[in-house]
Structure formats: structure tokens, C-alpha cells
């Protein structure tokens, strides 16, 4: 069974420039969270869907970070436009029991912002 | 807000050895998990135990809950090089609960 695919895995954009993560959660799960994580830190909630609604997003930046899970499956997350702190790695994960289950991560997509 | 908070930060044991991190929380939970996460990958889950539980183990991991003193202990036995990884205890892990992890370097 496929794991949760993220994409792309690096991007290297310049500052004010916009990007976008796609994740791919594993099949069946209906809850998806997108986590941000610095260097030497753990991950920090952006945001949590269940299915296609988002059910916590107290902590995206609303101001430049959108994000979208269209049908509950696939979601994007986009940053317009990027500054030099949005340098980070970008962690799409998926379960099937809610927010008290075992989370199932992806490779990350790793952002620099030049 | 994260609720988990790992430490030591860092460890450096010798092949063989038994390594053991410890995780403090704040609230009450329902259950807490341990994660591992290798140098550019994502996180994988190790081990869930529930607030009724006590002690838990999977192979070589051994974790401890004890609620009263809001704690968490994870134990590897006999550890191997490819054990070097950053560890991460999560309450409630589909909020933003992890802690900032100890990082685990184990020496052939």
C-alpha cells in the first residue's frame, strides 16, 4: 500500500515568489493535517481537514498561506508570496481515527526561500 | 501550542547500549505516541499508549506512562546504529503537540 506522497520533494524559489505543496494522503484516510517544521524543531499544526472540511486552522497564516483539500482526498498548500522565514520543510500527514490516532507522514517537501 | 517536551536534547550512546529519552506534558490526554524521524525523512509512529496504561512495549521499545507526574519514558535496548534518529513524543498528535525532540546518535 502507498505511503502519503508529497511533492515536490525540494523547491528553491526567491522571496515574494509564490509555491505550492501537493500531498497525496493514503487511501481511506479521511483526516489530513499539513505540519511546519524548522531545523532542529518538531512539527507545528498549520492545518487539520476532516475530509473536506478544515476542522483547525488557528495556526496557518492566513495573510499568505492558503491551503485546500478539494473531494477529501488530495490537498495543496500554497504560500503568496514567500519570505526568507518561510524556509522549512513541509510535512503532509493523514489518518484514519481523527486527532487521536496514529499519524502516517510523508517525505516532506523541503522549501528555501531565497 | 506544543505540549510535549523531549529530553535530554541530545544522546550519545555506544552500540549495545540501552538509550532512554523522556517526554513531559501539561494537560491531560488520552494518549501519547512516540515517533521517530531520520535525518530529511518524515516522522514514523512507534508506539501509542493509552492514559489507563501504564507500561507498553514493541521489540526493543519499551515506554512508560505516568500520569500523575505528566511523563513519558521511551527505552531501546540494545541499540543499533540505525537507531540514530530524532525522537518525538506527541499528545493528542493531530494538534500541534510535538516538542522539539531528542536527538539519538548511536556509535558502531
Known amino acids: 500500500e502507498a505511503g502519503v506522497v508529497q511533492s515536490p520533494r525540494y523547491k528553491i524559489i526567491e522571496k515574494k515568489q509564490p509555491v505550492a505543496f501537493w500531498c497525496n494522503p493514503i487511501s481511506g484516510h479521511n483526516t489530513l493535517y499539513w505540519y511546519l517544521q524548522n531545523l532542529g524543531q518538531g512539527p507545528e499544526l498549520l492545518i487539520r481537514y476532516e475530509n473536506e472540511e478544515a476542522v483547525d486552522d488557528s495556526q496557518l497564516p492566513k495573510d499568505r498561506f492558503s491551503a485546500e483539500r478539494l473531494k477529501g482526498v488530495d490537498s495543496t498548500l500554497k504560500i503568496q508570496p514567500a519570505e526568507l522565514g518561510d524556509s522549512a520543510v513541509y510535512l503532509c500527514?493523514?489518518?484514519?481515527?481523527?486527532?487521536?490516532?496514529?499519524?502516517?507522514f510523508g517525505e516532506g517537501s523541503r522549501l528555501t526561500v531565497l | 501550542s506544543q505540549q510535549g517536551e523531549e529530553d535530554p536534547q541530545a544522546l550519545s550512546i555506544q552500540e549495545g547500549e540501552n538509550a532512554t529519552m523522556n517526554c513531559s506534558y501539561k494537560t491531560s490526554i488520552n494518549n501519547l505516541q512516540w515517533y521517530r524521524q531520520n535525518s530529511g525523512r518524515g516522522l514514523v509512529h512507534l508506539i501509542l499508549i493509552r492514559s489507563n496504561e501504564r507500561e507498553k512495549h514493541s521489540g526493543r521499545l519499551r515506554v512508560t506512562l505516568d500520569t500523575s507526574k505528566k511523563s513519558s519514558s521511551l527505552l531501546i535496548t540494545a541499540s543499533r546504529a540505525a537507531d540514530t534518529a530524532s525522537y518525538f513524543c506527541?499528545?493528542?498528535?493531530?494538534?500541534?503537540?510535538f516538542g522539539d525532540g531528542t536527538t539519538l546518535t548511536v556509535k558502531p
Open positions: 506527541a499528545t493528542e498528535a493531530g494538534k500541534s503537540t
Open positions: 500527514a493523514s489518518s484514519f481515527f481523527g486527532d487521536t490516532g496514529e499519524l502516517f
